[in-house]
């Protein structure tokens, strides 16, 4: 036995590399032997879904066969006054919303950026940054924090890397460059990550789901559409808990790809590559492996360079934030196709300017407790019509209006983050409008399932409530038998007032205080721009009210139930 219990490996794994070492030994072959005093690494994460923290979990084992001693942390758990005594810093971050750093991340950045910031003089380090080019302020977050960290002292390990939606390839690239310049030498660093066996159901192998329920949630009349759709997991070994999100694999419109395919000024018939390797004719490559729908910097200045369109020239040079939300505003890869003709060689080219279709992530409104072998979703289906066009979501039209027949590909995105209370006899509040009410329908189940004595309050919002009560009868059901404790309704359009959850929290302020009090988590889910913004002030406002704080001190107060994890979001 070369490799002991207790190291960072799985049980496959470290069954091939006691396999390796014995190999290695019996052919008289000597290992490289890492000398010298163990090297400190510490690795920072900011992450609102996960991705970060995973990555950061996946360097720590990159290190863990050298002579390293690495430690991960939570940004929220972390203080930039300890910043100077860091050998070599990792910083992994994501940015979400409008260039806004994760929620566990907003008192690192604002404590880094902030004037009182020690110098750094003597640090190493280096900075991922996952972000998405659909988004002007791509990585914003990783970015502000590498410039800042710069400007203090610390020098560089290693160039940032920005990642976008599909960050596996530039993970790996930083991660080798990494353990280049710390000098891991041995291949361990490449045997923790070693293929055994055959590959789980996972992002990069989505498990092809059977769909067993698929229903309008909304009534007849109601002016938008939220579809309940179950997935069967069959014998996939796909597991999740209640906060955990499926990631789904869309298909795109197939009359927007043959209008796509009308309009190309060449032989669409050939054969094209595709992002993750391999062939398929181009209009399956439209279909089920590229993005025709969003537009980013990247593909338009492409597409400029190839369609001679003076607009388009006038777009790409003002460079303007203001100027590319507006172009970018209601507007697909059909509109550069029809209104501005570009010169492509042939479908090799016209790909190539494209970005790899990427899966959806959806919060799982489902217990496994209350559904075992089934995972279930609260979907939003949207439609809008822009430029003359009627569009629509691209993966919500394709669950609710094209699905039939179909077994989309999933997977099961982990957020620990997002958890109902591990203590059952703790209150829950949980904040949740429109489909924000999918991770509490499973929430609830979950603690149901668990027989679970703390109080539940809901606060759920729609616009009306007649067509748009998402899950009444089970809601209302709840409630009867005394299991909601507490169900607080807005349906905004209901009454001449607009009434929103925000205003049911300041409302039942003196309540909301008493449940936190007495060690209630708060849980929000839903849209970041606006309603997330408007309840974090509402909860502000009812702190500084009934807990009789000053504006520091309710600052400080809900500083201290996001350290504690009992204020979390899922938003989005």
């Known amino acids: 036995m070369f490799v ?11 069954a091939w590399l006691n396999d390796f070492f014995a190999k290695q030994f019996a052919s008289g072959n000597s290992l490289p032997v890492q000398e010298g005093p163990a090297i400190p690494v510490t690795i920072l994460w900011g992450s609102q879904t996960g991705n970060s923290e995973g990555l950061a979990k996946r360097m720590s084992k990159a290190l863990a066969g050298g002579r390293f001693e690495t430690k991960v942390v939570d940004m929220a758990d972390y203080e930039v006054a300890n910043l100077p005594k860091e050998e070599n810093l990792l ?12 929620d566990n991340a907003v008192d690192f950045v604002d404590s880094l950026l902030a004037d009182s910031a020690p110098k750094l003089e003597g640090v190493k380090y280096s900075v991922l940054a996952l972000g998405d080019t659909e988004y002007p302020e791509f990585c914003a977050t990783g970015k502000a924090i590498d410039n800042r960290m710069a400007e203090l002292g610390a020098e560089r390990l290693h160039d940032r890397v920005d990642c976008d939606v599909d960050y596996e390839d530039p993970f790996e690239e930083w991660k080798s460059g990494i353990v280049n310049v710390l000098g891991a030498g041995s291949s361990m660093a490449e045997l923790a990550e070693a293929p055994v066996g055959d590959e789980p159901y996972s992002k990069q192998n989505p498990y092809p789901a ?33 906060g955990d999100a499926l990631g789904v694999y869309p298909i795109n419109d197939e009359r ?16 094209v590559p595709l992002p993750g390797g391999g062939e398929a004719p181009l209009r399956e490559a439209l279909l089920k492996h590229y993005d025709i729908r969003s537009l980013n910097k990247n593909l338009v200045t492409a597409w400029q360079e190839r369609s001679g369109s003076p607009y388009l020239r006038s777009v790409v040079e003002a460079d303007d934030k203001e100027v590319w939300d507006d172009f970018f505003w209601g507007r697909e890869l059909i509109d550069l196709v029809v209104e501005y003709p570009a010169d492509f060689r042939d479908g090799e080219e016209f790909v190539g ?22 995972v279930h979703l609260t979907v939003g289906v949207v439609t809008y019509e822009s430029h003359g066009r009627s569009r629509g979501g691209v993966c919500s039209t394709f669950l609710a209006h094209r699905s039939k027949d179909v077994q989309p590909g999933v997977y099961v995105h982990e957020n620990k983050a997002f958890r109902p209370p591990a203590d059952d006899n703790v209150p829950m509040i949980m904040v949740g409008p429109g489909t924000g009410i999918a991770p509490f329908r499973a929430f609830l189940e979950e603690r149901k399932a668990r027989e679970a004595s703390g109080k539940n309050w809901l606060l759920f919002g729609n616009p009306y409530r007649a067509t748009d009560y998402l899950y009444e009868e089970l809601l209302e059901g709840w409630k009867a038998e005394g299991f909601l404790t507490k169900l607080d309704l807005a349906f905004s359009r209901d009454q001449k007032e607009k009434l929103y959850v925000q205003h049911l929290m300041l409302q039942n302020g003196a309540e909301l205080w008493q449940w936190l009090e007495e060690g209630g988590y708060f849980f929000v889910c839903g ?20 807990g009789g704080k000053s504006e520091e001190e309710a600052v400080d107060y809900i500083k201290a139930l996001k350290k504690e994890k009992r204020y979390a979001r899922d938003v989005y």
């Open 4 to 14: 002991p219990e207790n190291a960072p490996f799985s049980a496959e794994q470290r």
């Open 91 to 102: 910083v992994i971050t994501s940015t979400y919303g409008d260039g806004e750093p994760p």
């Open 210 to 242: 059977a769909i067993v329920d698929n229903h309008d949630l909304n009534q007849e009349g109601a002016f938008k559409s939220t579809h309940h759709i179950a997935f069967s997991l069959g014998d996939s070994g796909l597991e999740y808990e209640a």
């Open 256 to 271: 927007v790809v043959d209008e796509l395919l009308a309009n190309l000024p060449f032989s669409t018939k050939a054969e």
């Open 353 to 374: 300017v494209l970005k790899k279709l990427q899966p959806r992530l959806y919060s799982i409104a489902s217990s496994p407790k209350a559904h075992p072998g089934e």
């Open 527 to 546: 849209d970041a721009s606006r309603m997330a913004k408007d309840v974090d002030n509402a909860l502000h406002e009812v702190v500084k009210i009934h």
